[in-house]
């Protein structure tokens, strides 16, 4: 399953790599848009493989969520296997075994955990990216950084995607289920959920975790942190209604009872989980990051 934006820069490579191997070659639309259930009965109605099959995912976070989650459901499960070509993905959305499609109320509603057979990391595949890809990944860069307390940023290229991918592993083979520890990934992506949903999925994932880590760090009171998150990722106010994006933060995954659970820091390299705070105070933070 290869995504439409990569095809033509690696598909011909990886028929020939695939040779007799491949059984089909299912080329999917880029970009979140299509993340949803009908490209995945599309791709569950295609499928031609048995149990003893492999689905193998090419592209950004997208297609790796969509076609993880079909291998997750199809025969009630068939091995799989991420090839992750952006940042993004590679420093984050194709590691831990989430999967998930997303729905009208909100992203990522429907999924299943279904940790990947092998996760194939190749840094060369992010030169074909154009710019504002690599920024986007850079956001995601900067949580796990501000997770890990170290300046992760300033890594050259190829040693952030190996630290970052080391940290959510580690991450995520300890809490595989994420029933603890593990929610500390979600760090700014409460707020980022919101406006990707309010914006109809046309706000790039990068950019919406850029506001959504001003916001939770400054609900940490940590301003410092917040301007250095200013700094690296320059995010812009977001352009979405803001009453759709507070019904969609209402209904994001974390909220407990009707009350959101937040990620905040006591300071770099100490996340807080579950965080209750006053809603009105939530909704100002939310109110801060659209224009």
């Known amino acids: 399953v290869v ?5 033509p820069l690696h598909g011909e490579r990886v028929r020939r790599a695939l040779a007799e191997r491949l059984a089909a070659f299912h080329v999917v639309p880029a970009g979140e848009l299509t993340k949803g259930v009908r490209e ?3 791709l569950w109605s295609g499928l031609r493989l048995d149990r003893d099959g492999t ?4 592209g950004g976070g997208s ?6 989650f079909v291998a997750a459901s199809y025969l009630r499960g068939i091995p799989w296997v991420a090839v992750p070509t952006t940042l ?48 986007n990944g850079l956001a995601e860069v900067v949580k796990t950084g501000l997770l890990a307390g170290e300046p992760l940023w300033e890594l050259a290229p190829f040693e952030q995607v190996r630290r970052c991918a080391a940290f959510k ?4 083979l300890r809490d595989p289920l994420d029933r603890g520890e593990r929610a500390q ?13 309010a914006s109809g999925y046309t706000l790039a994932h990068g950019r919406a975790v850029a506001l959504g880590l001003l916001a939770a760090l400054r609900l940490s009171g940590l301003e410092d942190d917040a301007r250095t998150v200013e700094e690296l990722l320059h995010p812009e106010l977001a352009r979405v209604d803001r009453e759709v994006a507070w019904v969609a933060l209402e209904y994001d995954k974390k909220t407990v009872d009707g009350t959101p659970r937040l990620v905040l820091l006591e300071q770099p390299g100490k996340p807080k989980v579950g965080v209750e705070l006053d ?11 659209i224009m």
């Open 63 to 68: 297609t790796i969520d969509l076609a993880g």
């Open 40 to 42: 995945a009965e599309r």
């Open 279 to 289: 809603m009105g105070e939530i909704r100002a933070a939310l109110d801060a990051l």
């Open 88 to 135: 993004v993905a590679q420093v984050d959305a194709a590691i831990g075994g989430k999967t998930a499609v997303d729905v009208e109320r909100g992203k990522n509603l429907v999924g299943a955990f279904h940790w990947p057979a092998r996760v194939v990391v190749d840094p060369q595949l992010l030169s074909t990216l154009p710019p504002e890809e690599l920024e």
């Open 55 to 58: 689905v193998m995912a090419l």
């Open 169 to 172: 592993a580690a991450v995520c």
């Open 3 to 7: 995504d439409a934006g990569v095809e």
């Open 185 to 197: 990934l979600n760090l700014g992506h409460t707020f980022a959920h919101a406006l990707e949903a």
